[in-house]
């Protein structure tokens, strides 16, 4: 998830705050306004034929790989790490 900055009037705001006062008093817990703006532009992007997935092909291919990509590094941290370990400061 990527975090962005949109700008609304007052108008959007308090019926936005209406909406997530009522969706908490339902649900039992807190809806805040960014999961109902999610929700909405999920639904416009769905109208508009656009195919929504939870997970990118990308991204699940980038977390499969994730621990693969990551030993060989890992192992330089730690030789780096016990090298300085060595050095008195």
């Known amino acids: 998830m990527e975090r962005t900055t949109i700008y ?3 108008i959007i ?3 936005l705050l209406d909406i997530s006062l009522r969706e908490s008093k339902k649900e039992g817990k807190r809806v805040g306004m960014a999961e109902i703006i999610r929700e909405a532009l999920l639904e416009y992007l769905k ?3 656009n195919a929504v997935k939870s997970e990118t092909p990308k991204v699940v291919r980038m977390l499969a790989t994730k621990g693969a990509l990551n ?3 890992e192992k330089r941290v730690k030789d780096v790490q016990k090298k300085l370990n060595k050095w008195k400061i």
């Open 47 to 49: 109208r508009r034929g």
């Open 13 to 15: 705001k308090e019926n």
């Open 8 to 10: 609304l009037d007052n």
């Open 71 to 73: 030993k060989d590094f």
